[in-house]
């Protein structure tokens, strides 16, 4: 991990050991409650459709698209931030896995936002239920919860791959940083 003369490799990046073990703890409880919390929201959307609507889903296919595709997104920035345990290697950042962590965060995140628009956006376009005189305020409330979700994991993710300097020195026994 060091280069000649004993400087420091710019492709590490030392962190504190309580961090290193913080992202290696976190990015797991984070990305598995991220799954969760989505197999939640759409499990009680689904619940909550059957008794107002007769069914669990939407009846047009637009409908059925802007309730799974925030769902998704979200499932694929939960996958990027239990990945980024392997942006560690010991106590170092390895700085290229991290900028691809971000980039795929940054995906997730632009996904996550085309996803919502589009829901809301056939939710108040489209009659998604065949019964006109409904809302679809869970189809509101499901997107809504999607993009908190989502926005968390993005915000956590880049949490991990990407520390400020205050949050290095907040966990270093050490005055280096």
Known sequence: MKQYYGQQATEYAPLPPLFAARVRVGSLVTGVALLIGTAFVLGLTAFVN???HGHSLPDSPVGVLGLLLPTLSVVA???VVLSCRGCLQGDYLV???ARAARKALAACFTALVVASLFALTASALVD???????LGATDLLATFANFALGVLGYAVGLF???PSVSTLEKFSDH???
């Open 50 to 52: 059957r008794p107002l």
């Open 128 to 134: 998604l239920w065949s019964d006109h005189d409904r």
């Open 175 to 177: 005055p280096i940083w």
């Open 77 to 79: 920035t939960a996958v």
């Open 160 to 162: 991990y791959v990407r």
């Open 95 to 97: 700085v290229a896995r």
